[in-house]
């Protein structure tokens, strides 16, 4: 079912719309989200920071709900909507229950539009065919079809993606906790897919794990080494109750850290912020440590923390001479950019990207001028002090250009102001830069739900209680805080 868009004042729907976490609201018909196409930055620097937060977030939850079908395969990206991502599915999964708990949409709605999406993923076929399959040992190709939901192309299999859609599974087993038969299916499935899946089998040369596996070529050369986003990969694979991974896998994964300073910040460095950020969705890592960060004393969400206000000091320290780089315009992560090639800008010769992985850490530097909202807007529960007030500059400086129906766009370059560059996604507004067309469902999850986190602590209040959760973490010999006395 969509939401139909409609126009309300929009004080008035906020005041209508949130609703307090915990108190999850009765199946009564959902409000209608507002229809427009972006902010002006008088009426962005007039809001509150709560009102500006609950803008973002309903913008960013609409993308999931009215982009997804209604057989959850969520697309990748959209509006260049060819294929559907595995990784979108489980944020999408996940937000469905920010939706209800803010009153977006019915309980009634996100159950139905979540059966559908785990009644695919658990029936569809799987094998080592390179066609007509959705994946294997348990495992999901990282790209589908957006109608069939079968491997798309070449895809591979993929050890990451798959444990972001377990993360949005097992959020919606822990979220839908009545006895309502459609409730009681969702828990059942979400069982079942993540006990199907054979861990094991992106291990082919212990102890670490392999990051893809095709059909025709086998298992990629590229393993899971130095700190990344596969700390949930490795928390899920030890927590298993069929096929685990032993502890060694984890300890073979935390030993390849690079603890070292950057920007005047000590910490485990990995140059893009979606490192830094994916496994926190799911993860409260607040104060519970594994033997490797207790000996540093600090836990994994100080590391990211410390990891944000690196990349903030790099953006205002600005090597490069980069346009608007400074203390509310930063974020370097994983992003598209308008194409490859080489330009002189600024006096200065410039190479730009097309999809890359950007980002500052020690002795790793990759930067174009290409900034990502999503990495501000995912470090939000880590240095709100910084992260809020980017996003409201960035809303603010750039207006609908950027921020628009369905929040931030993917990314945007101030540097690229000359329409004569010959950029092949996005477009060039004289004077201002060039901004993205895409929405990406990689970082419109971790905007909504960080915010979500920190805002509420929903997300995390409720896989404190996932079983796989809670044994993952023991058994990689987490302790302390919240996890006391839970690991005996």
Same mark, same amino acid.
């Given at each position: 079912m969509k939401v139909t868009q409609r126009k309300l004042q929009l004080a008035g729907l906020l005041l209508a719309l949130v609703s307090t976490v915990g108190c999850k609201p009765a199946?009564?018909?959902?409000?209608?989200?507002?229809?427009?196409?972006?902010?002006?930055?008088?009426?962005?620097?007039?809001?509150? /920071?709560?009102?500006?937060?609950? /803008?973002?977030?309903?913008?960013?939850?609409?993308?999931?709900?009215?982009?997804?079908?209604?057989?959850?395969?969520?697309?990748?990206?959209?509006?260049?909507?060819? $294929?559907?991502? @595995?990784?979108?599915?489980?944020?999408? $999964?996940?937000?469905?229950?920010?939706?209800?708990?803010?009153?977006? @949409?019915?309980?009634?709605?996100?159950?139905?539009?979540? $059966?559908?999406?785990?009644?695919?993923?658990?029936?569809?076929?799987?094998?080592? =065919?390179?066609?007509?399959? @959705?994946?294997?040992?348990?495992?999901?190709?990282?790209?589908?079809?957006?109608?069939?939901? $079968?491997?798309?192309?070449?895809? =591979?299999?993929?050890?990451?993606?798959?444990?972001?859609?377990?993360?949005?599974?097992?959020?919606?087993?822990?979220?839908?906790?009545?006895?309502?038969?459609? /409730?009681?299916? @969702?828990?059942?499935?979400?069982?079942?897919?993540?006990?199907?899946?054979?861990?094991?089998?992106?291990?082919?040369?212990?102890?670490?794990?392999?990051?893809?596996?095709?059909?025709?070529?086998?298992?990629?050369?590229?393993?899971?080494?130095?700190?990344?986003?596969?700390?949930?990969?490795?928390?899920?694979?030890?927590?298993?109750?069929?096929?685990?991974?032993?502890?060694?896998?984890?300890?073979?994964?935390?030993?390849?850290?690079?603890?070292?300073?950057?920007?005047?910040?000590?910490?485990?460095?990995?140059?893009?912020?979606?490192?830094?950020?994916?496994?926190?969705v799911w993860i409260d890592f607040r104060g519970i440590h594994d033997a490797h960060m207790a000996e540093r004393g600090i836990d994994y969400f100080e590391n990211s923390r410390r990891a944000t206000l690196s990349q903030r000091a790099y953006a205002v320290e600005n090597p490069s001479a980069w346009r608007d780089y400074g203390e509310n315009i930063w974020g370097l992560t994983a992003s598209d950019g308008p194409g490859r090639f080489t330009a002189r800008l600024d006096g200065t010769e410039r190479e730009i990207r097309a999809y890359w992985a950007r980002g500052a850490a020690h002795g790793d530097i990759r930067d174009d001028g290409m900034i990502a909202p999503t990495a501000a807007g995912g470090s939000v529960p880590f240095a709100p002090e910084i992260a809020i007030p980017a996003l409201r500059t960035m809303a603010e400086r750039y207006g609908a250009h950027l921020f628009t129906e369905y929040g931030f766009l993917d990314a945007f370059n101030p540097t690229l102001r000359e329409t004569v560059l010959a950029v092949t996604r996005g477009s060039i507004v004289p004077g201002l830069g060039w901004f993205n067309d895409d929405y990406l469902g990689i970082d419109q999850g971790p905007i909504l739900l960080m915010i979500e986190n920190h805002r509420t602590g929903l997300i995390w209040k409720l896989m404190r209680e996932s079983a796989p959760i809670v044994r993952g973490l023991c058994r990689a010999g987490y302790r302390d805080g919240w996890l006391q006395g839970r690991c005996e």
């Open positions: 199946d009564e018909p959902a409000p209608e989200p507002v229809g427009t196409t972006g902010p002006s930055s008088t009426s962005v620097a007039a809001m509150s /920071e709560d009102e500006f937060l609950d /803008e973002v977030q309903q913008r960013t939850f609409r993308w999931f709900w009215e982009v997804t079908p209604d057989n959850g395969l969520t697309p990748d990206r959209w509006p260049s909507r060819t $294929l559907s991502s @595995i990784a979108a599915v489980g944020f999408a $999964l996940s937000a469905y229950q920010v939706g209800v708990e803010r009153g977006w @949409i019915t309980r009634a709605q996100a159950r139905e539009r979540t $059966l559908a999406t785990l009644r695919h993923f658990w029936s569809a076929p799987q094998g080592p =065919e390179p066609t007509g399959r @959705i994946g294997h040992q348990g495992f999901f190709y990282h790209f589908l079809d957006g109608q069939s939901g $079968l491997r798309h192309s070449d895809s =591979e299999l993929s050890s990451i993606d798959t444990t972001l859609f377990l993360g949005g599974v097992l959020l919606a087993q822990a979220y839908f906790d009545a006895s309502h038969a459609d /409730e009681v299916a @969702i828990r059942e499935l979400a069982d079942k897919i993540y006990a199907r899946v054979q861990w094991p089998f992106f291990r082919p040369s212990p102890p670490r794990v392999t990051m893809g596996w095709r059909p025709a070529r086998g298992y990629g050369p590229a393993q899971w080494s130095g700190y990344d986003e596969s700390l949930l990969l490795h928390v899920l694979a030890l927590g298993s109750p069929t096929h685990p991974l032993g502890p060694e896998t984890y300890e073979a994964y935390v030993s390849t850290h690079e603890w070292t300073d950057f920007e005047g910040q000590a910490h485990v460095n990995f140059a893009p912020l979606f490192g830094h950020q994916y496994s926190h």
